[in-house]
């Protein structure tokens, strides 16, 4: 499976996968699938790299949430744009998801690729924000990669850091 030079995130899907988001030692994008023993989960993307998904591009996967369903949607850099892109539970591309499992340019101008987060709201619609060089702007996107969140954004701060970010039961965005 290779080593990783950078873990950003860990999540546990409900059949009890363990994901860790990153980079991989090409430098390239990566999710690695683990079992809840800390084994290499070859079920994860068994067609392609059994245990891994690497997106092939020279990035970092800093923000990644699990449906309902265990589909992965994660974000990342690229071209000066936010994409986010949708993986099956298995760990294949999501062909119904977007146009070929990506909806790009979802927002533009971002500061940094570590400035990008994700949550689902209580409807499990994609809620995106990122800190780009007019403030942090939040969309939202249904399941079916229509907009359902009108994008805005936060302005008028100094300096401001997007560490994290979550929908609450009722709705709301922290």
Known sequence: MGLYTQATQVLEQTLGRIIVAGR?????A?????TNNGQADVTFNSNETPGMYSTGLAHIIFAVVADQYD???Y????D????????????????????????????ANPE??????LALDTDYNII?????????????????????RTSFTID?????????MIATSEDKIL
């Open 24 to 28: 991989n030692a090409d430098g390239n």
């Open 30 to 34: 990566t999710l690695w699938a683990f």
């Open 71 to 73: 589909r992965l949607i």
């Open 75 to 78: 974000g990342l850099l690229g």
């Open 80 to 107: 000066g744009v936010v994409n986010i892109t949708r993986l099956t539970s298995s760990g294949q591309v999501d062909t119904t998801f977007g146009f070929e499992g990506t909806i790009s340019g979802v927002i």
């Open 112 to 117: 940094s690729a570590t400035q990008i987060r």
């Open 128 to 148: 995106v924000a990122a800190n780009t060089t007019d403030g942090i702007v939040v969309v939202g996107y249904d399941q079916n990669s229509q907009i359902v």
């Open 156 to 164: 008028g701060l100094q300096y401001p850091v997007l560490t994290g």
